[in-house]
């Protein structure tokens, strides 16, 4: 019989949240100013080893401001992966930019390989920048992402990025509290690599704020731009100047309080997704039907949301396998919809994505919170060993 249920992912607070969130409540400091908004972005720098960081409403308007400042802006393009959130691409179309969308890796993070092709093959370099061929669109910038907290190869990223002058915004959503495991940045967090990096803090990421975002990087010219691009571009607030126009996604002070406290748990929060993803691992070891899959990073990831991958991509049975887990009172659900495949964005160009849709064939994500016990861990590993004997096609 189905016990309560068990969900994907919900936030943990027991550490200082109510502490600080009180005390901007009772000093009345709940706005867009007030003291624990710069400690937030001083305490995620120090963690991180950025220079600077800027706090703002949510990852998404992290990833627009960073578009903005860096010159993206109208037909445009930018390159990014079609497996991935939807606000990775939404952000571009904010600036008026193109989306030219690429298939993944085995990690189901951004195929470099196909990168390497399309700007070798399609594109060409011309006064310092990089030219589609065939639509003479200027090719701006790239948005990598390391999904589900997995790592997108940054090595040969950025060694692109520098032949073909583009601009790098790292979409370090899901991977807060990872560092690097190889290569040249390795021993670097994700989301220092690229110009810029962008986190978030919404209610399933691995700190939250409710909803949050920040942008975090080592150029400080850059961060200063966006922190004031991020208050309405204000540059007297006494007399309302602007000289630029600008947006209202600074994060506010009650945000921030429940950031900070977030933030002391997040070495705790690291341990525990690396246990429970351990448990996972061990117990389905021996499943028929699937598996759990690893994660190219490691022990240096942050094992944000567990993958169990049917063994073959039969979206059918995928579809049977999440109303099998949701009606034992497990929460479960499909990679996202592929973006390319999207309506607004059918429209523009994408490469041959077939990885990318075997995975979204065969993954379901399984509960990964950082609140989960052990009973309940075992709860879902027993469902996923019984669903190949109660799965018959047909029924
Ligand atoms: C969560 C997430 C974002 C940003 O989401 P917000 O809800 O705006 O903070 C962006 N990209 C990816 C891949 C995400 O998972």
């Given at each position: 019989m189905p016990g309560e249920a068990i969900l994907l992912s919900t936030p943990n607070f027991q550490g200082n949240e109510k502490k600080y969130v009180n005390e901007a409540v009772e000093t009345e400091?709940?706005?867009?100013?007030?003291?624990f908004i710069g400690r937030f972005e001083e305490r995620m720098a120090d963690r991180l080893s950025v220079r600077q960081a800027c706090a703002c409403q949510s990852g998404t308007a992290g990833l627009h401001l960073c578009l903005r400042h860096f010159g993206v802006s109208a037909g445009d393009l930018v390159l990014v992966p079609?497996?991935?959130?939807?606000a990775t691409v939404n952000a571009v179309l904010y600036q008026s930019a193109e989306p030219v969308f690429f298939d993944c890796d085995e990690h189901m993070c951004i195929c470099v390989d196909q990168v390497e092709e399309y700007l070798e093959r399609d594109c060409r370099l011309e006064g310092g920048r990089t030219v589609?061929?065939?639509?003479?669109k200027t090719v701006k910038a790239m948005i990598p992402v390391h999904v589900f907290g997995d790592f997108c190869d940054m090595d040969r990223l950025m060694d692109l990025a520098e032949r073909f002058h583009l601009i790098v915004i790292e979409d370090a959503t899901e991977s807060l509290g990872g560092v690097f495991?190889?290569?040249?940045?390795?021993?670097r967090p994700t989301g220092?690599?690229?110009?810029a990096g962008v986190l978030s803090f919404n209610?399933?990421?691995?700190?939250?704020?409710g909803g949050g975002g920040m942008v975090v990087s080592n150029d400080e010219a850059a961060v200063s731009h966006i922190r004031y691009l991020s208050q309405?571009?204000?540059?007297?607030?006494?007399?309302?100047?602007?000289?630029e126009w600008g947006y209202n996604y600074r994060m506010t002070n009650l945000q921030a309080a429940l950031g900070l406290a977030q933030l002391e748990e997040l070495d705790g929060f690291l341990e525990i997704k690396r246990r429970n993803y351990a448990r996972y691992r061990e117990r389905l070891?021996?499943?028929?039907?699937?598996e759990l899959l690893p994660f190219?990073?490691?022990?240096?990831?942050?094992?944000w949301f567990y993958s169990f991958a049917l063994r073959e991509a039969d979206g059918e049975r995928r579809d049977r396998l999440l109303q099998y887990l949701n009606s034992r009172q497990i929460q479960a659900r499909p990679i996202w919809k592929l973006n390319h495949m999207q309506t607004p964005f059918r429209k523009y160009r994408a490469m041959d994505c077939g990885n990318a849709l075997q995975f979204y064939d065969r993954v379901v994500n399984i509960p990964c919170g950082t609140n989960l016990t052990e009973e309940q861990i075992d709860r879902v590993c027993e469902a996923l060993l019984n669903f190949e004997v109660q799965d018959r096609p047909g029924i």
């Open positions: 400091w709940v706005s867009t100013a007030g003291a079609t497996l991935t959130f939807i589609e061929t065939a639509s003479g495991n190889q290569g040249r940045y390795a021993g220092t690599v690229g110009h209610g399933n990421k691995i700190i939250t704020t309405q571009a204000k540059d007297d607030g006494m007399y309302f100047v602007h000289e070891a021996d499943c028929g039907c699937g190219g990073s490691g022990e240096k990831g942050n094992h």
